[in-house]
């Protein structure tokens, strides 16, 4: 394996990694993404359905925690996961966990780290590690690694312990790779850690580029785990520290502007796990990345979309806050990339029919003796624009016979109903709003109704 | 022999003295061309000319419920060879509603499928799924599960949602009664799908290039079906389905409702046999003269894990193929069987939905090889051994075939033993 760097400009590295796979047939454009599976299958695609996209990415990551638990299978099979799962001209990358699944913390010791399988828990030692990579054959992995730094208060001990924990996997890992006769030819990644702590990353990516590993994962720097400023921060001291003729994959980073934050860092690699995210929340990316080459036209150069207040009103009106400066956050909520396919305005017209029924109260008369009831027929036409409100109209006559007199009110009601997302159909409206009336009667009288 | 085109005002009456003119056309959209008949049994294979291609029959016609075949997409269907399937009228009636398919190039359009389609009334998924207000001479009035609002489902209403949808075949709203029941009830529903097949022939704005059939009743009563029979096939329509069955009553009731269909349905016309998926139900009823079939059955059972395969099925899931190398049918010529192993789908099951997706593929090409094997069959005169060597790999033993299948098969002259 080999990167040729063509460009550096401003940070940003240009080449190619070439010599990948067994063969060395197979390369891969830097920046890259990988193509991310679950047991090897590209989430809810065949392969043959997967195929019928252009330019996929030349490497294929696989995950252990799905794969874990088929290790006797493998073992008997022994060919590798890429003729089981029948994945035939790509390159295999084994990573230890999911990036779009997290896992629970507080399961990791100085000898073992967890993954979750369908049935469970399995906790792995190197000598596991190694095996289950020597059952799965892939063309690249990382080593096995302490990246359980991500949490809030994370303490300073806990960070160093995460670091020498690490570079103790990858010494024991390295060593039995060069005695596992299926791994020859097979590239290590080594993992940088160090969590939030800067002397602590520029440790781990100083000790982890003394050892002889083919390219470098950066770690602990994912989505959930920090904002972007830190993290491009500690990006950039620890490529200082690594060499520049070797790749670097940075993990569970995968929205738009913080790729391109990383690019900008100097990250070669990336996961790509946010399209299925994004998938799974019904929501389709649609984001424009024209590059304007007029250097009076261009700003940043790439146009990132208006911010969520403007696209989604109800989910600002809900309060929540999009955007990395409360990365914490529920990874499911959707990001300015991307559109809800279940939001009713695409849906363009909707006609609804329904009645309301209200109670008129005459206060000329005593409450007693005066109530009428009336009911009326409103026929509305709701159009859904961009706030999704429906507005309604209808009139209503009601008649009230109290024991004196007779009078008559006309009310004009207009209401306006919100649509909520992810109703299929509005076409029942729910009255939450109340309208004003004007009425007249008979006697002079205003009277108020109410719904 | 071609059925007629060209046929001069016909008309009909009924007990209500409504009377209904058929008005002439000239250029129908479905023409059957028999392309062979078995000798020994009622079995025929033809070409059925529909607006969008030809369907080779018999033909095994996949569920696509809410114009989509759940987790496959339309070039993979095209691709296995389907060349009819079913949208729901109910289902898309409802959601996302007749209004924006029509926008969208009616359901073809909408779901991006150039090839035939054919849309059930609606009435079956009315009295499944939902809870029975009331059935009126009307219609049938329920509440919707999607916004609890009450609905009247009307001929009229039913055939206004599938002339929007412009489906290839369209079905008549018929009252359904369940195959279990007995009584008036039943004679009172096949007098009202006789009145309600009327006002659907009226109320259809596309005899041009929209095909209604008529759906035979009676229930399990053979006069009922019978008199169903005489008074349905005085109307010209282009075809006929044989309903009220497959609805968990006794096969042995089952098959002579259909054999006695069959011998009443006119010959030049297409006969779709509703709901009938199981394998050997289809190989029964390809021998008793059915023609067109559809069923939810395997493309249901694939989701649960369950792959069809001519020996019966396999339960992916199941522990004992963790390490089945082979795969689901070493001799299965589809995409799932030419890539993927049994241990592999196994483990895929526990990790992302692209397994059931895998099966689904597999058991509609299943399905389709199976018909594509008769109709060949009937062709090369051989069906009756056709018929034979199926039940032979599909049952270990003769003491195993089931009784219905041999009675029924025993009365078109084939022999199982």
Known sequence: MKLELSMVVQGCRLGVLTGLGRAGQHSLEVPGCLLYTRCGTVPHLTQDTLHTLNNLPSVTQLTLNTLAEHQEVLEEFKEGVRKFAGLHDTVLYCSLHDPATSCPPGHITNKTVSVWGSGGRIELTVAKFMALQKAVQPDLYQSMADGETWQINTSRKRVRKSVDRTLAHLDECLLLHHKTQELSGVEVLGVVEGGDVLEERVRSARETAKRPVGGFCLDGLHTAAMETHLRTQLITAIIKELPEDKPRLLQGVGRPDEVLACVEAGVDLFESFFPFQVTERGCALTFPFNITTDPEAAGTGVQVPPTVVELDKHEAAIGQKNGTDNPQEDQTKMTPFEINLKDNRFVSICVCASWCMHVCLCPSHSILRCVCVCVCVCVCVCVCVCVCVCVCVCVCVCVCVPVSSVCACVSLWVCVTLCSPGTERTSVPWWRGVAATAAGTTRGRTYTTFW | ?417
Not at chain 2, 221 to 240: H, I, Q, S, Y
Not at chain 2, 260 to 266: E, F, G, Q, R, V
Not at chain 2, 273 to 279: D, H, I, K, T
Request: charged fraction near 20%; glycine fraction near 8%.
């Open chain 2, 1 to 417: 022999m071609a059925a007629p085109i060209a046929r001069g005002a016909a008309t009909s009456s009924l007990e209500t003295g409504m009377v209904v003119k058929k008005a002439v056309s000239i250029v129908a959209p479905l023409a059957l061309r028999i392309i062979a008949e078995c000798p020994v049994t009622k079995a025929r294979a033809c070409d059925l000319k529909l607006p969008h291609c030809t369907v080779s029959t018999p033909v095994f016609m996949p569920v696509g419920t809410q114009g989509t075949m759940k987790g496959i997409t339309v070039d993979q269907l095209d691709d296995l060879g389907c060349q009819i399937c079913l949208g729901n009228t109910y289902h898309l009636g409802m959601r996302p509603g007749p209004e924006l398919i029509e926008k969208a190039n009616g359901l073809h359009g909408f779901m991006n499928w150039k090839r035939n389609l054919l849309t059930d009334s609606g009435g079956f998924q009315m009295v499944s799924l939902v809870e029975l207000s009331e059935v009126t001479e009307e219609g049938v009035k329920f509440k919707s599960p999607y916004d609890g609002k009450e609905i009247l489902l009307s001929p009229e209403q039913s055939i206004a949602i599938q002339n929007s949808l412009g489906s290839d075949i369209m079905m008549q709203l018929d009252d359904v009664v369940s195959s279990t029941v007995t009584g008036p009830r039943v004679e009172e529903a096949t007098w009202r799908s006789i009145r309600w097949l009327d006002r659907c022939i009226a109320a259809n704005k596309n005899p041009d290039r929209q095909n209604l059939f008529a759906i035979i009743q009676g229930g399990l009563n053979a006069e009922l079906r019978k008199a169903c029979l005489d008074e349905m096939t005085k109307r010209d329509v282009p075809g006929f389905a044989i309903g009220g069955l497959s609805g968990g009553e006794e096969k042995d009731d089952f098959w002579r409702m259909v054999t006695l269909s069959t011998d009443h349905l006119p010959r030049e016309k297409p006969r779709y046999l509703m709901g009938v998926g199981y394998a050997v139900d289809l190989v029964v009823c390809v021998a008793l003269g059915c023609d067109m079939f559809d069923c939810v059955f395997p493309t249901r059972t694939a989701r649960f894990g369950s792959a069809l395969v001519p020996w019966g099925s396999l339960t992916i899931t199941k522990k004992q193929f963790a390490k089945d190398l082979q795969a689901i049918d070493p001799d299965c010529q589809c995409p799932t069987c030419r890539r993927h192993s049994r241990a592999y789908l196994h483990a895929l099951f526990k990790s992302d939905t692209a397994a059931m997706h895998h099966i689904t593929i597999h058991n509609i090409s299943y399905q389709l090889t199976l018909m594509r094997s008769m109709r060949q069959s009937i062709i090369d005169g051989r069906f009756p051994d056709f018929v034979r060597t199926f039940m032979k790999r599909m049952f270990p033993s003769p003491e195993q075939y089931p009784g219905w299948a041999v009675d029924a098969l025993g009365t078109v002259n084939i022999t199982l033993n």
